[in-house]
T-cell receptor, first 113, second 112 residues
Framework: EADIYQTPRYLVIGTGKKITLECSQTMGHDKMYWYQQDPGMELHLIHYSYGVNSTEKGDLSSESTVSRIRTEHFPLTLESARPSHTSQYLC????????????FGPGTRLLVL | GEDVEQSLFLSVREGDSSVINCTYTDSSSTYLYWYKQEPGAGLQLLTYIFSNMDMKQDQRLTVLLNKKDKHLSLRIADTQTGDSAIYFCAERLGGGSYIPTFGRGTSLIVHP
């Protein structure tokens, strides 16, 4: 059972609002990831972090930003939400040697009106 | 580069076996994974196999790996309606590579 949490689970918000999607894990994993997924579609890596104060952009360009101030916490922020940001956002984490398997949170479904 | 291919849909009758197939291109892949995603949820790890294995069985799940053909399959015995979901295949290289490459997912539909 994966101990990785995301809040909120669902969010409906108006265009132009600033939002932060929360992700926390209690497994002590040093690596964390954000994926964007449209319903029933493939996963797109948008951000990842290999440790505190380390963040990288993923394969899919995203207007979001991330921070990694604490090992267990990897929030994603959209400064000004747009309808094109409507999607599901999945957070994942993985550990060091022998623990490289990714575990996923339940996801946040975002709808921007 | 890495690429993972899966068929998009599979429909089976309840009680039959399901076989979901996946092909990958990178012969250096060391770890291969199967994840299950139910509607509106995250990905749940089902099982994984190391590239030095040919088969792995876990209750109703059987994973077969053909390294020569770079082909991975997931067999679900006695498929139930609760198995209806999207199944993602993923590969990951070893040696410090932490980010897996995911397929597009196979939507399994189980009908009575």
């Amino acid at each position: 059972e994966a101990d990785i949490y995301q809040t909120p689970r669902y969010l409906v918000i108006g265009t132009g609002k600033k939002i932060t999607l929360e992700c926390s894990q209690t497994m002590g994993h040093d690596k964390m990831y954000w994926y964007q997924q449209d319903p029933g579609m493939e996963l797109h890596l948008i951000h990842y972090s290999y440790g505190v104060n380390s963040t990288e952009k993923g394969d899919l360009s995203s207007e979001s930003t991330v921070s990694r101030i604490r090992t267990e916490h990897f929030p994603l922020t959209l400064e000004s939400a747009r309808p094109s940001h409507t999607s599901q956002y999945l957070c994942a984490s993985s550990g060091g040697q022998g623990q490289e398997t990714q575990y996923f949170g339940p996801g946040t479904r975002l709808l921007v009106l | 580069g890495e690429d993972v291919e899966q068929s998009l849909f599979l429909s089976v009758r309840e009680g039959d076996s399901s076989v979901i197939n996946c092909t990958y291109t990178d012969s250096s892949s060391t770890y291969l994974y199967w994840y299950k995603q139910e509607p509106g949820a995250g990905l749940q790890l089902l099982t994984y196999i190391f590239s030095n294995m040919d088969m792995k069985q876990d209750q109703r799940l059987t994973v077969l790996l053909n390294k020569k053909d770079k082909h991975l399959s997931l067999r679900i015995a006695d498929t139930q309606t609760g198995d209806s979901a999207i199944y993602f295949c993923a590969e990951r290289l070893g040696g410090g590579s932490y980010i897996p490459t995911f397929g597009r997912g196979t939507s399994l539909i189980v009908h009575p």
